[in-house]
């Protein structure tokens, strides 16, 4: 779970550490005190780079699968109306993947999740490039969205359980991250797709291996970011996850050799077992939900190995009695309209995006003179890229205006549709510059509005709900993301356009949802009234 802080509040909590951070209602842990006692140093920063790794690998491999899908079209003869299965069986993977290694980071730690979803994605990656038909590069894609779907989530996990508390915005900068996936996508495809893909119809495959080229390329450099990991530096354990997994002594450890790490032996050396204490301080409510599960886990497996027979009863029963409880807290009276808004505006965003950007490259080929080249298309593709790599700092620096986060959500929002309209009637013209200019537009706006939604969602719900109306939100983003290739696949039957009409469309209705929100929704929107000043989010 991710949380933002602007940098504004991080000022107030740089005051409270150098106060010793006893300060009235003060509701950190003695493990959060002993956290911002380390301070950021090397190993965060480190950190940061490397959880920075994951998320990039992300979107890079969501862009490559969209700046295939033409060459893949003309490999296979695979018809407008069934292409998009490619990214859908992508989408699909990361979904299970999302949930999959959540679980595999809650039970056995964040470290092997950490390392194991880059080594996978970079060798489903390689083995993609080897596919013999259309249905093995989809099960193969399938593969490889299972591996990299676990990296936002557990690399997110990870860093911000490192992390003290006065810092915890910085999370926030691998947004950055993600775009930067995108934009190194685009160039390495400029090296290896135009000199060796079809140019006309039909096609031949002996000719067309530019994108297998590509997906070699990028499963190369997913390995490199995994060797980067285990080779350049040596991750701890996530302290958080070994003191709620009873783990103390190990949890000490870890604290004092990231202390030494960064350079300071008299803090390690200082550091006592009280000091990883993690339950002294928050109330009963807050200590069920900020336990990760792990009371869950270990009571469950206890009760299963004493059953023998009835083991798998035994162990799943709570689980589901423990999420269908939190289905009725998000749902209650008190949040089901705010729940049911953010939800809206989540699918509305993933399936709106996801249409364009999957489809852009395929675009950007049939313009209005039929004649564009690969490379030039790429180039657009490189354009449309780095026009979003602003996105999350404007985004985090919008919230901060009269704007608040409401409009500037609305606002990118509805922008983003804008340029949609723009896009379609300049591709129809012809421009060249105004296309460019269009899809800059597109990419600025829409990582914007990723950046408000990523960080404002967090701070509305209340602890007891929040991990369950988020996890339901990012799930809804990315059915989002299957359902959007294969409706617009169907789209491009009737017209070249129709996928971004609907695009634009369905931004204007999760536009319509966040309109609906108000400034001070939620938890976090109390907190303001009552003038505390910032979030915690544990």
């Known amino acids: 779970m991710s949380s933002y802080f602007p940098a504004a509040e991080a000022d107030t909590d740089d005051r409270l550490l150098e106060d010793g951070g006893h300060v009235e209602g003060d509701a950190r842990t003695r493990l959060d005190k002993t956290i911002d006692r380390i301070g950021m140093g090397n190993y965060q920063w480190t950190l940061l780079c490397l959880c920075g790794f994951g998320w990039m690998a992300d979107n890079m491999w969501l862009q490559a699968v969209a700046i295939i ?53 970079a060798l489903f990656g390689i083995l993609a490039s080897f596919a013999y038909s259309f249905t093995s590069l989809c099960l193969l894609l399938f593969l490889l969205g299972s591996a990299v779907g676990g990296s936002m989530p557990t690399d997110g996990t990870l860093l911000l359980e490192h992390m003290p508390q006065h810092k915890l915005y910085l999370v926030t900068a691998l947004s950055f ?39 070699t390329a990028l499963g190369l450099i997913t390995l490199a970011m995994f060797l980067a990991r285990i080779v350049l530096f040596r991750l701890h354990e996530s302290p958080r ?63 299963s190995n004493s059953a023998g027979g009835n083991k798998s009863k035994r162990y799943l029963a709570p689980w589901m009695e423990r999420w269908l409880s939190r289905m009725r807290m998000v749902l209650a009276p008190e949040w089901r309209r705010t729940t049911l808004l953010i939800w809206g505006a989540w699918g509305g965003m993933a399936l709106a995006y996801t249409m364009f950007n999957v489809f852009l490259p395929k675009l950007l080929e049939s313009d209005a003179s039929g004649d564009k080249s690969i490379s030039d298309s790429l180039w657009d593709v490189l354009v449309f890229t780095l026009g979003g790599c602003p996105g999350a700092l404007l985004g985090a620096r919008l919230i901060l205006t009269p704007l608040g986060r409401r409009w500037s959500l609305a606002g990118s929002t509805l922008v983003t549709a804008a340029f949609c309209v723009l896009f379609v009637f300049a591709q129809s013209a012809g421009s060249v510059l105004a296309t460019r200019v269009s899809a800059v537009g597109i990419g600025l706006a829409s990582t914007t509005m990723w950046a408000v939604l990523y960080g404002w969602t967090p701070e ?64 976090g929107g109390k907190a303001q009234r009552g003038g505390a000043g910032r979030v915690l989010v544990h």
């Open 241 to 303: 996850f070994l003191v709620h997994a009873g783990r103390q002594e190990e949890a000490l450890e870890t604290l004092q050799l990231i202390a030494r790490f960064n350079g300071s032996p008299t803090l390690a050396g200082e550091l006592k077992l009280a000091d990883v204490d993690d339950t002294a301080v928050l109330p009963v409510e807050d200590e069920v939900d900020t336990s990760y599960g792990y009371e869950s886990i270990a009571s469950d497996t206890t009760a």
């Open 460 to 523: 509305i719900f209340a602890t007891k709900v929040r991990g369950t109306a988020c996890g339901i939100a990012s799930a809804l983003s990315r059915i989002g993301g299957i359902i959007a290739p294969l409706v617009g696949g169907f789209l491009l039957l009737f017209s070249r356009a129709a996928p971004v009409y609907a695009s634009m469309l369905v931004f204007v209705l999760a536009a319509g949802c966040v309109l609906c929100l108000r400034e001070d929704e939620g938890e």
């Open 69 to 121: 899908l033409p060459r893949v079209q003309a490999h296979y003869s695979v018809p407008d109306s069934q292409i998009g299965l490619l990214s859908s069986s992508m989408f699909a993977g990361m979904m299970l993947g999302a949930v999959g290694w959540g679980s595999c980071s809650d039970l056995l730690g964040r470290s092997a999740a950490f390392n194991a979803t880059l080594f996978f994605t």
């Open 177 to 215: 991250f993600f775009s930067l996936g995108s934009v190194l996508a685009a160039i390495v495809a400029l090296f290896f797709v135009p000199s060796a893909s079809c140019v006309s119809a039909p096609c031949d495959p002996d000719l067309n291996n530019g994108w297998k080229h590509l997906l």
